[in-house]
């Protein structure tokens, strides 16, 4: 079992920057991946970011790519999410993921096994 606790989120006008927080307990020794996804009312949950635990290879979503980066700190087994330049349309729960089955980093939601409980950020115009 792994343990995933978000932070970092608020209110923040659009322009400015967040950084979030995953911090993970736990079997964390056989996490392959990590991802940021997000959500909002009536969508689907959507891939913002991932890295893989080890080697630290990262895929960011297009949408992002040009503000957001993904980063991980091995020793406190904790991943960031830095998010700069938010719009209004970042406005979204973020959601923090593990996954210890694949050595492919994938951007669907289905391929993690373990899921924090959310960090809402809001980006007012």
């Known amino acids: 079992q792994v343990q995933l606790v978000e932070s970092g989120g608020g209110l923040v006008q659009a322009g400015n920057s967040l950084r979030l927080s995953c911090a993970a307990s736990?079997?964390?020794?056989?996490?392959?991946?990590m991802a940021w996804f997000r959500q909002t009312p009536g969508k689907e949950r959507e891939f913002v970011a991932g890295i893989r635990w080890s080697g630290g290879g990262t895929s960011t979503a297009d949408s992002v790519k040009d503000r957001f980066t993904i980063s991980r700190e091995n020793a406190k087994n904790t991943v960031y999410l830095q998010m700069n330049n938010l719009k209004p349309e970042d406005t979204a729960i973020y959601y923090c993921?593990?996954?210890?089955?694949?050595?492919?980093?994938?951007?669907?939601?289905?391929?993690?096994?373990?899921w924090g409980q959310g960090t809402q950020v809001t980006v007012s115009s």
């Open positions: 993921a593990a996954d210890q089955r694949s050595f492919v980093l994938y951007r669907e939601s289905r391929r993690y096994d373990y």
């Open positions: 736990g079997r964390t020794s056989s996490t392959f991946n």
